[in-house]
């Protein structure tokens, strides 16, 4: 028997939903650090560096202040891609979450409580703004409490959210995620969701750290519809 349960969301979820929604999401910034450390275009100049002391172009106190100050940059880039989102999304839908998803035909908002009345995770819906979605439905804020990961509460929170699609006559569902979210891209793949498509957002910045946004659509089968 599960020891949780799914319900819609209530005024007071609004602190837990906040931080929960900023703290899943801030993860993710040593990843996207991690990987940009690992792109051809950071470390191939900065192996070039190395030759510098050894030319005398370059003292190595220098050299060492350079890479520091280089690693610094490129840690609050990738912080930068999350907390700009984070901020717009804490001042936009996650600023008066009854009023954005509860009060409008086509939204809403799931939490998943445990039998202790802990708050163990969200997910939100609302009607895709994507040119051609009229009838896609799309997935937004989840994230589930770290201590509660790994028990498929996930999995129970995007089924309730297809099940709300279905049930509206959506034709499916669409999210955005980011290439360092690497459980929700395995999540959504074992869903059955595919990938539709990969850019960078915004553009110079997150090529520079290859900072790419991940499109997702799990198609509902018409019969189901
Ligand atoms: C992504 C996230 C929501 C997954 O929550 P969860 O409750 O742990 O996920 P579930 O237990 O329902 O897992 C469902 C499936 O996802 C995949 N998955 C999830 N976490 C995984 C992990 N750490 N490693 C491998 N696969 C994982 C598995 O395929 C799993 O299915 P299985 O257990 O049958 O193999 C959670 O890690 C999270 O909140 N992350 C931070 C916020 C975030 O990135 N949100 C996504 C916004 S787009």
């Not at 002391?53 to 890479?67: G, R």
């Amino acid at each position: 028997m599960s020891d949780y349960f799914l319900r819609i969301y209530k005024d007071s979820d609004y602190h837990e939903a906040r931080d929960l929604f900023a703290s899943g999401l801030k993860e993710h910034i040593n990843t996207a650090f991690r990987h940009a450390l690992g792109l051809t275009h950071v470390w191939l100049p900065a192996l070039a560096m190395l030759t510098l002391p050894m030319l005398n172009l370059m003292s190595i106190t220098t050299l060492i202040l350079a890479f520091a100050l280089a690693l610094v940059a490129l840690w609050f880039s990738a912080r930068y891609m999350y907390t700009s989102y984070i901020n717009h999304a804490l001042s936009d839908d996650m600023l008066d979450i009854d009023k954005y998803y509860l009060q409008r035909d086509g939204y809403c908002f799931w939490v998943a409580e445990s039998a202790r009345g802990e708050f163990m995770g969200m997910i939100a819906a609302l009607p895709s703004s994507n040119p051609g979605g009229e009838k896609h439905l799309e997935l937004k804020r989840l994230s589930v409490v770290k201590q509660h990961r790994g028990k498929g509460v996930a999995k129970v929170l995007c089924r309730r959210l297809i099940d709300f699609a279905r049930k509206r006559g959506c034709e499916a569902v669409v999210l955005t995620t980011t290439l360092p979210q690497r459980d929700a891209c395995k999540l959504y793949d074992k869903l059955g969701f595919r990938l539709t498509d990969n850019y960078y957002y915004p553009k110079l910045l997150s090529r520079v750290v290859d900072f790419r946004i991940l499109a997702y659509q799990y198609d509902i089968p018409a019969a189901s519809q």
